[in-house]
């Protein structure tokens, strides 16, 4: 599991990558992922449609990824492979913008995670799949809604957690990419 929390806490995700996908957003992100980019573009799913929050935290979030100062975090963190983020991306062939396109946010509403407030967000390592604790997400200042999609996204290109501790993910991303 791995996740922006509030306090460190170590779960199991419940759920396996194929069962957490929603839709045809999630089966184009399971083959973008692969490294077959979709002809089209992709669409939103309905989540962003029904939390505003969320869509314009993506939209943030990319703008801020589009910055050389917020692009520098990825080579602050190294995979659980032990490469830099940024030459992870590299390989990839995508932009960070493009990396956080490929975000399936989905609601984590419901499960443990996000009902006893111990993270704001979650996902697998190099998975494009995030849960997002609705509650708690719609509460927290535009930056750092957008720092919690960039630490998502951080994820689902390798980094690992405990270590690094979460709050510091979210510090360094925070530092680098909120001005």
Known sequence: MRGVG???????????????LVGGAGAQAVAAHRGHASETPS?????????????????????????PECQAVLADFESVNGGR????????????QEQLDLLVLQSGMGRPLCDHGAALAYTQVASPVVSV??????????PEQDA????????????????????????????????
């Open 6 to 20: 509030r306090r460190p806490r170590r779960a199991l995700v419940s759920c396996t990558f194929a069962v957490c």
């Open 43 to 67: 669409t939103r799913p309905a989540l962003e449609d029904k939390v505003p929050e969320l869509r314009w935290a993506r939209v943030r979030a990319r703008e801020r990824l589009g910055r």
């Open 85 to 96: 983020l940024d030459l992870v991306l590299r390989s990839t062939g995508r932009t960070a």
């Open 133 to 142: 604790c609705l509650r708690g997400f719609t509460l927290l200042r535009p």
């Open 148 to 179: 919690v999609l960039i630490h998502e996204m951080l994820h689902s290109l390798g980094l690992g957690e405990n270590p690094p501790e979460s709050t510091a993910i979210t510090s360094q991303v925070l530092k680098r990419c909120a001005h």
